[in-house]
């Protein structure tokens, strides 16, 4: 059976990586989810995709700039689907609080050494905190992150997010002992796929909204789908 992610939430439906993007994913019952993370200027882990506030806030700057506290109260909506209420910028605890996932892959975009250790020291710290250490995937396509993970928190699991074929995902997921591999759609072919799966790895491919390619992929016998539409997923694939 394929497995449901929502992406960011549910991108599609609600502002990406709010809580109540979190909160429409689960209301469909889909109990998995990707989220993307970076470090507040007080090394808070927050939820947010970009380095910078532009495109999903009316604020400008890096959001290394300002603490948590301050990103909490930013309204997130800008650029996304319409919403009633503010949605400000959560931290990676609040969620664990408020959403009982029962899967969470945690990216984190590329980062220095000494940032990417940080990040990964921060997300055992909380996944040890909540009891999440077994239903958490640290994943990245940035080396510097899967080296600090797999030589830091060799107790948390991996997943390499691939989005080009330039180098063979395979080789470079194993070098980095991943158990995920986060393949970019139009990277999933059949035979790509089964060598994946013969070596040991979850294929979770993103980012699928189109009911069509949902089923396709799903009939390849991808492990998961990572989808802006929960509710649509759903529905498509029961």
């Known amino acids: 059976m394929t497995l449901l992610y929502g992406h960011r939430g549910?991108?599609?439906e609600a502002p990406e990586n709010t809580l109540a993007s979190f909160q429409q994913c689960l209301g469909h019952g889909v109990k998995r989810c990707e989220l993307d993370l970076h470090l507040s200027r007080d090394g808070e882990l927050v939820v947010i995709h970009d380095p910078t506030l532009q495109r999903t806030t009316e604020r400008r700057g890096r959001v290394s700039d300002y603490s948590a506290a301050e990103l909490a109260s930013f309204d997130a909506r800008r650029g996304g689907p319409g919403w009633v209420s503010p949605c400000p910028i959560p931290t990676l605890a609040q969620l664990f609080e408020a959403c009982p996932f029962e899967h969470w892959q945690l990216e984190v975009k590329s980062a220095s050494r000494v940032r990417a250790a940080n990040t990964v020291?921060?997300?055992?710290?909380?996944a040890q905190r909540f009891g999440l250490l077994d239903t958490v995937t640290i994943t990245s396509?940035?080396?510097?992150?899967?080296?600090?993970?797999?030589?830091l928190v060799p107790d948390i699991a991996r997943g390499l997010?691939?989005?080009?074929?330039?180098?063979?995902p395979?080789?470079?997921?194993?070098?980095?002992g991943c158990q995920l591999l986060a393949l970019n759609w139009t990277l999933c072919t059949p035979e790509?796929?089964?060598?994946?799966?013969?070596?040991?790895?979850?294929?979770?491919v993103w980012t699928v909204?189109?009911?069509?390619?949902?089923?396709?992929?799903?009939?390849?016998g991808v492990d998961s789908l990572i989808t802006d539409f929960p509710g649509l997923a759903r529905a498509t694939l029961g």
């Open 10 to 12: 549910a991108k599609g």
């Open 121 to 126: 020291l921060a997300i055992r710290e909380l």
């Open 141 to 151: 396509s940035s080396r510097e992150v899967l080296r600090a993970a797999q030589h």
């Open 161 to 168: 997010v691939a989005e080009y074929a330039w180098l063979d």
């Open 170 to 176: 395979l080789k470079v997921a194993q070098n980095y």
């Open 192 to 204: 790509r796929l089964q060598r994946a799966q013969r070596q040991g790895l979850h294929v979770s």
């Open 209 to 220: 909204n189109e009911p069509a390619l949902m089923r396709r992929l799903a009939d390849f």
